[in-house]
């Protein structure tokens, strides 16, 4: 993606926030914009972002400094303004959202909250007393995938691995993208398990991140619930899922695996040394689902790769024999 393209992915983010942040954060100077990865707002201290190194934090003109002397302060009005916002004016129907401690924007950008949350007799989810939100930026990098395909076949089965910001998330939709739009042969019937809207950006029946012209989206459910039904309902050729988390969405995996379906997956992952530690990875590895492993870059690097490992050089704990991408 060019700086201009991120860029303009920057300003469409901040169409949600209130017209004194909008105004800060659309004066900040233009080389920046395009590295901006988070917008941090937390009551009574200054406006901050964050470019995948350093925080920095925003004067109400738009400059930015190292120190919060001269930053916007943000208030608790200003948080609560920005948060129903956010919501698109529709608090209510991010009540399961909202009890998980995040939102997601029509624009497919995920919002993280602090705040105290309360749930009545009833069963009501109400988000009460927020102390601060952070609006993750979302980046569709058509392409992106490019490189990975040149060196691994994906009906082998892939599993991404970084940290938060790595870019797991733009990497995984534009794999899937390839392969429903025939990028990579024919077209192939692909299914995102989309439980944050993150994959596709639904919104009211509509996409609103290119998933390829023989993607579907299962959107909202939990990844469980959502990959048994798209095995039993929409004859998917591959799954793809964001952030695998518990062994019970691993379990649905081998389901699916037993049905013929393919994957490819991300999970949270920091370094080479917590690869052969993180317990949901071998989980992962062991369903045999999974020829090829992907270790992706920091945040600074969001969408760059360090390492691949095939299934036999990870059963093997990595001795020496992986490629560096």
């Known amino acids: 993606m060019t700086g201009q393209r991120m860029a303009e992915e920057y300003e469409k983010a901040l169409f949600y926030l209130p017209p004194t942040l909008q105004e800060a954060l659309r004066s900040i100077p233009e080389g920046e914009k395009a590295r901006i990865q988070e917008i941090r707002l937390r009551a009574g201290r200054p406006l901050s972002v964050f470019d995948g190194m350093q925080s920095r934090f925003v004067t109400g003109r738009g400059g930015l400094t190292y120190g919060g002397s001269g930053g916007l302060l943000v208030d608790q009005g200003l948080i609560q303004d920005a948060f129903v916002r956010l919501c698109d004016y529709s608090v209510h129907t991010h009540q399961r959202e909202t009890e998980k401690g995040f939102i997601t924007t029509p624009k497919g950008d995920r919002v993280g909250l602090c705040a105290s949350i309360v749930k009545d007799p009833d069963g009501t989810v109400s988000c009460r007393e927020i102390s601060s939100l952070n609006l993750r930026i979302s980046r569709e990098v058509p392409g992106a995938g490019k490189e990975l395909c040149r060196r691994w076949d994906l009906s082998r089965g892939l599993i991404l691995a970084g940290g938060p910001g790595s870019g797991k998330t733009t990497l995984l939709r534009d794999l899937g993208r390839?392969?429903?739009?025939?990028?990579?042969?024919?077209?192939?019937?692909?299914?995102?398990?989309?439980?944050?809207?993150?994959?596709?950006?639904?919104?009211?029946?509509?996409?609103?991140?290119?998933?390829?012209?023989?993607?579907?989206?299962?959107?909202?459910?939990?990844?469980?619930?959502?990959?048994?039904?798209?095995?039993?309902?929409?004859?998917?050729?591959?799954?793809?899922?964001?952030?695998?988390?518990?062994?019970?969405?691993?379990?649905?995996?081998?389901?699916?695996?037993?049905?013929?379906?393919?994957?490819?997956?991300?999970?949270?992952?920091?370094?080479?040394?917590?690869?052969?530690?993180?317990?949901?990875?071998?989980?992962?590895?062991?369903?045999?689902?999974?020829?090829?492993?992907?270790?992706?870059?920091?945040?600074?690097?969001?969408?760059?790769?360090?390492?691949?490992?095939?299934?036999?050089?990870?059963?093997?704990?990595?001795?020496?024999?992986?490629?560096?991408?």
Do not use: W
């Not at 398990?193 to 509509?206: C, K, P, Q, V, W």
């Not at 049905?259 to 590895?285: D, P, T, Y």
């Not at 969408?303 to 050089?313: A, I, P, R, S």
């Open 178 to 325: 390839m392969l429903a739009s025939g990028d990579l042969g024919v077209c192939r019937k692909v299914v995102y398990i989309d439980e944050r809207y993150e994959l596709s950006a639904m919104f009211r029946g509509l996409p609103r991140r290119d998933i390829g012209l023989c993607g579907d989206a299962i959107c909202g459910l939990p990844k469980r619930e959502a990959m048994e039904q798209a095995v039993r309902t929409l004859s998917p050729e591959y799954i793809l899922c964001d952030e695998i988390g518990s062994l019970e969405e691993v379990g649905e995996i081998s389901a699916g695996l037993a049905c013929g379906v393919r994957f490819l997956v991300s999970v949270h992952c920091g370094s080479r040394e917590e690869l052969f530690s993180n317990r949901i990875l071998r989980a992962l590895v062991d369903t045999g689902a999974f020829g090829g492993i992907a270790l992706l870059d920091t945040p600074a690097r969001p969408g760059q790769m360090t390492l691949f490992f095939t299934k036999e050089e990870y059963d093997g704990q990595g001795d020496g024999s992986a490629a560096a991408l």
